[in-house]
Structures are given as C-alpha cells and as structure tokens.
C-alpha cells in the first residue's frame, strides 16, 4: 500500500524562527508534490507544489524534494502566529490521478 | 490561487431528508472533482472521483446510492446525502483539478466544505 508518512507533532516553533517539516513516501513511482495548510474547521489550502529535486522557494515558504531519499519537506522562514495550522503533505502516484495524504503535522507558533 | 466554491456552507437537516451540495470551479474547468468526507481530529477521507460526463468511482465502503454524485459539466459537480442520518453528520469538501491561470501543470483546489447536521 502506498503511503505518505509524516509526524503527527504538535510541533511547536517560536515566532521568527524557521519551522521544519517532513514528509516521506513509500513509492518510488511518486511523480507530483504538494503541501497544503488546513486551519481548524477549515478546509484545505493549497501552499506548494514541487516536481522535481531540488528546492522551490515562494515568499516565506520553501518546498525540498529529494527522490531518492523519498521525502519531501516544506520550510516556513519568519514563522508567525498566522502559520499556526495542520499541514497536510499529499503525493500523486504515476498512473493515479489521486492524492495521498499524510495524516497532516500539527505545528504551533508561539508569540 | 484559483477557486473553488462549495454551497451551502452549513446545513441542519432532519434524519431522513436528502441534502444537495454544490461545488463550482469559478475559474478554471476541473477535468476531475473529487468529494471528501472529514471528521472531527481525523484526516481527509475521500469519497469518490468524478468527471465530467462519466459515471463517479467510489471509494471502498462508500456507498453510492446513498451518496449521489452528478458532475454535470467541467465546473460543476454535486453531492446529494440521501435519507441522511446522525452518522452522516460531517464536513463534506470538494475538491476540484485542472488546468489553471495559476499553473503550467494540473492542481488541486478545495472547496471552503459543508457541514452537515443531520438531527
């Protein structure tokens, strides 16, 4: 079975610093990334998408993917109370039009 | 980001009523929508997988004729809970996938969800 793995947390960060988050996968045949940030009672919203190796920087977020060690990670630079949220990391799978979630991080942003 | 509206936003309904949601892709055509179930402190569930014009693929333990889904066109797809009882009460989210202004390539978008009571 195909999984995306990440850690539950909480994860709790000051403001200002640099919040680190990680996501591994089981399959080698994961083609498309993507870190989405769901508030409490909301809905999911899309952050990044990343496709290939390398890092993917937009504002104050950074997408990491490494396909040979399987995981993704998303930095968020200047943490802010606002960040505080579930991130969920999801992958699409070659063949499969669907996304796979990791059951999401909780992260905290203390002020 | 692109937009993806879903109405209503709440619903309370009585068990054994029927209950239609709408999910639109406002600007962009979702070649494929998706329907997810979550409940309180647990992940995302998905439902079922709809495009436009062919029959939805359910997920295992979905049942399909109690949740209806018609994707009538490239921006519109709806759920209908069917004699709805306490048990369906969740957040219902939409999800729709295409080709935006804001991409090269297809994504994701979700809808803001419905909650459902079921009294």
């Known amino acids: 079975q195909k999984e995306v793995e990440q850690n539950s947390g909480p994860l709790s960060v000051p403001e200002g610093a640099i919040a680190s988050l990680n996501c591994t996968y089981s399959d080698r045949g994961s083609q498309s990334f993507f870190w989405y940030r769901q508030y409490s009672g909301k809905s999911p919203e899309l952050i990044m998408s990343?496709?290939?190796?390398g890092d993917k920087e937009d504002g104050r977020f950074t997408a990491q993917l490494n396909k040979a060690s399987q995981y993704v990670s998303l930095l968020i630079r200047d943490s802010q109370p606002s960040d505080s949220a579930t991130y969920l990391c999801?992958?699409?799978?070659?063949?499969?039009?669907?996304?796979?979630f990791g059951t999401g991080t909780r992260l905290t942003i203390i002020p | 980001g692109a937009v993806v509206s879903q109405h209503p936003s709440w619903v309370i309904c009585k068990s054994g009523t029927s209950v239609k949601i709408e999910c639109r892709s406002l600007d962009f055509q979702a070649t494929t929508m998706f329907w997810y179930r979550q409940f309180p402190k647990q992940s995302l569930m998905l439902m079922a997988t709809?495009?436009?014009?062919?029959?939805?693929?359910?997920e295992q333990g979905v049942e399909k004729d109690k949740f209806l889904i018609n994707h009538a066109s490239l921006t519109l797809s709806t759920l209908t809970v069917t004699s709805a009882h306490p048990e369906d009460s969740s957040f219902y989210i939409c999800?729709?996938?295409?080709?935006?202004?804001?991409?090269?390539?297809?994504?994701?978008?979700f809808g803001p969800g419905t909650r459902l009571t079921v009294l």
């Open positions: 999800s729709a996938r295409g080709r935006t202004p804001y991409s090269s390539t297809d994504t994701q978008y």
């Open positions: 999801a992958v699409i799978y070659f063949g499969n039009e669907k996304l796979t």
């Open positions: 709809s495009n436009e014009g062919s029959k939805a693929t359910y």
């Open positions: 990343i496709y290939s190796n």
